[in-house]
């Protein structure tokens, strides 16, 4: 069995365990973002006894804390019977190693902590790839022996993921298990690249911070039944659903996984193919918690997102959700602040034919009527008006078919160069 740094148990039986009972102390610095950091450990099972601040300005190479404090964190540990300490940062190798042979506990950081909810939430096969290949590529760095028994480490927290069967005994077979999961990857990718080819629908990508309530504004609008949990990164499989606009057109409305700031590099370039269905939409849903405090900085963490991977500009809706949650004081200055946002309640269904009717609107602003008889000899050109545009009328008669419709700019010019001039 091979130590890794940090307390990443590899036995198989806590790839997804659910629930832990970890008796946690959280480290951080003095901000807003204690908050989150504890949303991450209960959405991880973890039971939080403290926090104890740090100064950023200040870190410590050996432990990331100075002396005074490390001696704060062990005296806490030993009086309330801590088994876990949760570092809000991203610790190295050397770091994880000193604290944990200094604290005789186990210790885990940010990173960890959110592989740990992934792999405690991934349900698809795809998923399940993605976070086990962000998790190994996460190991594999911390990486420091073999032979030495893990024992005071079993279960909980940072506990899940690949199991032991899968943690071979040098880093080979682990770089190994990794080209096959990549392998593995991109022949779903494959699969779904075929699957894209054949939508002809508009497509509408829902991004957001976690916890935005994408799922729950993917449910009202399709009458879907996608998980709904009030905890971050409830759901994290790409999920597309066929839904009606007001004119009756359809579209297709596509879920992705939750932003969060600092999110994990690894986590980003395992569920990239995921993320590539943003590449594909033609409208962009930037849904924003508006009952969050920290509204401004959860946004700019899913603009900085988008900007990595997106590949080209794209039609966006800023849509602030949860106002059933707010008072009129502050849903005003939101909306002075934000005078071209939609302001809906996904759980409630208030407003949603206003973000309807703004889709529609951009979905038909680049289209073009069509008028007119169409020869037989073109008929090969409906199929495509009923499957990229909007067919209002089609009558056969004696001259070929008369078609009234809207179609893309590109389509509707094709058509209309075919249309038959009266004699």
């Given at each position: ?46 039971n939080i006894k403290g926090y104890i601040k740090y100064r950023k300005d ?51 950081d940010r990173t960890q902590l959110i592989l740990d909810i992934f792999s ?92 935005a309530g994408k799922s729950t504004l993917l449910n009202q609008l399709t ?201």
């Amino acid at each position: 069995m091979y130590k890794i740094n940090g307390g990443i148990n590899i036995k198989k039986d806590h790839f997804s365990t659910g629930i832990t009972e970890d008796q946690v102390l959280l480290v951080g610095e003095k901000n807003e973002n204690i908050e989150e950091l504890k949303e991450l450990t209960l959405t991880a099972g973890g039971n939080i006894k403290g926090y104890i601040k740090y100064r950023k300005d200040n870190v410590n190479p050996a432990h990331y804390v100075g002396t005074g404090k490390l001696n704060q964190i062990k005296n806490f540990v030993l009086n309330q019977n801590i088994n876990l300490i949760i570092f809000d940062c991203e610790l190295t190798p050397a770091q994880l190693r000193n604290l944990e042979e200094e604290l005789e506990i186990r210790v885990i950081d940010r990173t960890q902590l959110i592989l740990d909810i992934f792999s405690l939430h991934a349900k698809t096969k795809e998923s399940k790839l993605q976070v086990e290949k962000a998790q190994l590529e996460y190991m594999l760095s911390r990486l420091t022996g073999k032979g030495e028994e893990m024992s005071r480490l079993a279960g909980g927290i940072g506990t899940r993921g690949p199991g032991e069967s899968k943690l071979e005994t040098d880093r080979r077979r682990i770089n190994k298990r990794i080209h096959r999961l990549k392998n593995e990857l991109e022949e779903i990718k494959k699969t779904r690249d075929v699957q894209r080819q054949d939508r002809k629908d508009p497509i509408i990508a829902l991004a957001g911070y976690t916890n935005a309530g994408k799922s729950t504004l993917l449910n009202q609008l399709t009458e879907a039944d996608k998980l709904v949990a009030d905890q971050l990164f409830a759901t994290l499989d790409s999920t597309m659903r066929n839904f009606e606009l007001p004119g009756g057109k359809s579209a297709i409305i596509s879920d992705t996984v939750g932003f969060i700031r600092d999110l994990p590099h690894g986590l980003i370039a395992s569920f990239r193919a995921t993320l590539e269905e943003i590449n594909q939409a033609d409208i962009i849903i930037h849904l924003v918690d508006g009952s969050s405090d920290d509204i401004d900085k959860k946004m700019n963490t899913v603009k900085n997102v988008l900007a990595d991977i997106t590949e080209e500009e794209k039609e966006e809706i800023l849509v602030f959700n949860k106002i059933d949650l707010l008072n009129a004081e502050k849903e005003q200055f939101l909306r002075s602040c934000y005078p071209d946002a939609i302001f809906i309640s996904a759980k409630t269904g208030k407003n949603i034919n206003d973000l309807l009717e703004k889709i529609q609107e951009i979905v038909y602003r680049d289209f073009k009527t069509i008028a007119g008889v169409i020869g037989y000899e073109d008929a090969n050109l409906i199929e495509k008006l009923h499957n990229n545009g909007e067919v209002e009328k089609e009558e056969y008669i004696q001259e070929g078919i008369y078609i009234k419709a809207y179609a893309p700019k590109s389509l509707a010019e094709k058509i209309n160069k075919k249309i038959k001039k009266p004699s």
